[in-house]
């Protein structure tokens, strides 16, 4: 699990590290600089000619001890900067200083757009920008973007949000950002990390009583994360690992049934039962005959049945449904994943569950869930998952290309998938595989990041093979099993067959 940052955390860790700590500003400069020079002198041939193109601020001060130190080193490295001197920190007027005391060639900024630079560090903004970029900024950035350079950013490419990843009107589109001491949500998020391209977090020096004296709530899972997997004993039995009924389907829509229970069944899932229109009973039963069926008359008995429910995939939204919805939202005693019909369902039969409660909206569902556009949610996906967690009272996962789920507290935000999966029938593959999770005793917040986490990987794995065009919600399944068996918990497991598997990931 690695941990997001806002820039306004990212900046309170820098501003207790300079002012608790005692380490000088300059210091931390001089580092961070150090670091941007090791990375491209790491992959960089010295004939590569480098340009840095600095701002007023610190993130300019970077740049310009960067340009200092590659030009040291032997490379061809030059240093143009926006303004006037007098309107630099304190400490990049220092770092102007010393590198025109090295010798570093200070250009007009007109070297942008002349063609002489194979490489352009981008240090204009740094985190602290909030502003949409105009003017002379805008027309540099877009100099920069047209240059036909290979660009790095430096902590993050400048236009970028860093709290949203929001684009603030026009932002530097680099091949690689190296990020300093923490890594920020902006450069995680989209549209941000498509600009900020190969993200690299260097270490700048930041003691680590500065790191935790910033609680961050937002974070990510790694592949060393599927050991969160829950142990499945020797000594066991079906029902060791969970009854998941799944409440879904209508006259018209047979695999929304399908999908989310043999997703529940390959995520280890002990028994599955399905309760739909009876039309679906024959063409579950010949397809998946693991299951057990239930006609939607025996909803009540069904639900003292389970210990975990999985309801609204494909359900339709007729009166018969409703009252299906209604039924398991008052009456359910065990962890519920509510998905597709079922969320627009309920919201129209309440206005908050419990902590016992998974809603899985896309943001189209999650728009009408909370009254906000689409545009505005994906302006700021973990602030919206967030509330709308808070006002629910339950786990929230806000699906879209960055999946977001919230327990109203801490942020997940999910980096694995790809855009194969956007295709039908994935959302009834997790709604299953998380309910498959919850049938083994995990907590709701757990199962729902756990479950996006490993349905996107899933979905890694089989566009590997298939490739994303050709990629379809049956082969995530596929995928699932594929992940179970190269991880799972067996003696004589190695050290090496895991470091073989997560290189493969």
């Known amino acids: 699990m690695k941990y997001l940052y806002t820039n306004k955390?990212?900046?309170?860790?820098?501003?207790?590290?300079?002012?608790?700590?005692?380490?000088?500003?300059?210091?931390?400069?001089?580092?961070?600089?150090?670091?941007?020079?090791?990375?491209?002198?790491?992959?960089?041939?010295?004939?590569?000619?480098?340009?840095?193109?600095?701002?007023?601020?610190?993130?300019?001060?970077?740049?310009?001890?960067?340009?200092?130190?590659?030009?040291?080193?032997?490379?061809?490295?030059?240093?143009?900067?926006?303004?006037?001197?007098?309107?630099?920190?304190?400490?990049?007027?220092?770092?102007?200083?010393?590198?025109?005391?090295?010798?570093?060639?200070?250009?007009?900024?007109?070297?942008?757009?002349?063609?002489?630079?194979?490489?352009?560090?981008?240090?204009?903004?740094?985190?602290?920008?909030?502003?949409?970029?105009?003017?002379?900024?805008?027309?540099?950035?877009?100099?920069?973007?047209?240059?036909?350079?290979?660009?790095?950013?430096?902590?993050?490419?400048?236009?970028?949000?860093?709290?949203?990843?929001?684009?603030?009107?026009?932002?530097?589109?680099?091949?690689?950002?190296?990020?300093?001491?923490?890594?920020?949500?902006?450069?995680?998020?989209?549209?941000?990390?498509?600009?900020?391209?190969?993200?690299?977090?260097?270490?700048?020096?930041?003691?680590?009583?500065?790191?935790?004296?910033?609680?961050s709530h937002s974070y990510f899972y790694e592949v060393e994360d599927i050991a969160r997997l829950p142990e499945r004993p020797a000594n066991s039995h079906k029902g060791s690992f969970g009854k998941v009924l799944i409440a879904a389907g209508s006259e018209t829509m047979s695999g929304a049934c399908y999908l989310a229970a043999k997703a529940a069944y390959s995520m280890g899932a002990g028994l599955v039962r399905v309760v739909s229109t009876d039309n679906n009973r024959e063409i579950l039963l010949s397809s998946l005959p693991e299951i057990l069926f239930s006609s939607r008359d025996e909803i009540s008995e069904a639900v003292d049945w389970a210990d975990t429910i999985v309801a609204g995939p494909g359900l339709g939204l007729s009166k018969?449904?409703?009252?299906?919805?209604?039924?398991?939202?008052?009456?359910?005693?065990?962890?519920?994943?509510?998905?597709?019909?079922?969320?627009?369902?309920?919201?129209?039969?309440?206005?908050?569950?419990?902590?016992?409660?998974?809603?899985?909206?896309?943001?189209?569902?999650?728009?009408?869930?909370?009254?906000?556009?689409?545009?505005?949610?994906?302006?700021?996906?973990?602030?919206?998952?967030?509330?709308?967690?808070?006002?629910?009272?339950?786990?929230?996962?806000?699906?879209?290309?960055?999946t977001v789920v919230s327990d109203g507290r801490d942020c997940y935000v999910n980096v694995s998938g790809n855009n194969g999966m956007a295709t039908g029938g994935s959302g009834d593959v997790l709604a299953g595989m998380i309910g498959g999770l919850l049938g083994q005793h995990i907590e709701p917040f757990e199962a729902a990041k756990l479950g996006v986490y490993l349905h996107g990987m899933s979905g890694d794995i089989m566009a590997e093979e298939k490739g994303t065009y050709s990629l379809m919600a049956s082969d995530i399944i596929t995928g699932i099993s594929r992940i179970s068996g190269l991880y799972c918990r067996k003696e004589g497991y190695t050290a090496e067959k895991r470091e073989a598997y997560c290189e493969r990931i």
């Not at 981008?122 to 105009?134: M, Y």
């Not at 556009?373 to 786990?395: H, M, R």
Request: with cysteine; glycine share 10%; hydrophobic share 40%.
């Open 320 to 402: 018969e449904s409703e009252e299906l919805m209604k039924y398991i939202i008052e009456n359910s005693p065990v962890p519920t994943v509510i998905d597709g019909d079922g969320i627009r369902l309920c919201r129209n039969l309440t206005e908050t569950l419990t902590d016992n409660f998974i809603l899985t909206p896309h943001v189209k569902e999650m728009s009408y869930l909370t009254g906000i556009s689409v545009g505005e949610l994906k302006k700021d996906i973990l602030g919206t998952t967030g509330k709308a967690a808070q006002d629910w009272k339950c786990t929230i996962a806000q699906k879209d290309a960055r």
């Open 9 to 215: 955390e990212a900046k309170a860790i820098d501003t207790h590290a300079i002012c608790t700590v005692g380490i000088p500003s300059l210091v931390l400069m001089e580092k961070a600089a150090m670091t941007i020079a090791a990375v491209l002198m790491e992959r960089e041939n010295r004939d590569m000619r480098i340009l840095a193109v600095c701002g007023a601020g610190n993130n300019g001060g970077d740049g310009i001890a960067a340009a200092r130190i590659l030009h040291q080193q032997g490379y061809t490295a030059a240093v143009t900067v926006i303004g006037e001197t007098d309107k630099m920190t304190a400490e990049t007027k220092k770092q102007l200083e010393i590198a025109i005391n090295c010798h570093v060639p200070v250009l007009p900024l007109s070297a942008i757009t002349d063609g002489q630079f194979d490489i352009m560090l981008d240090g204009i903004f740094g985190i602290g920008l909030s502003r949409e970029v105009e003017g002379v900024y805008e027309q540099i950035i877009d100099g920069i973007n047209e240059s036909g350079a290979k660009i790095y950013a430096l902590d993050i490419p400048s236009g970028i949000h860093a709290g949203t990843g929001a684009v603030l009107n026009t932002a530097v589109r680099a091949e690689c950002t190296i990020t300093f001491g923490v890594n920020k949500i902006g450069l995680v998020l989209y549209p941000g990390c498509e600009y900020a391209g190969e993200v690299i977090v260097g270490d700048i020096g930041f003691p680590k009583e500065s790191v935790y004296s910033v609680n």
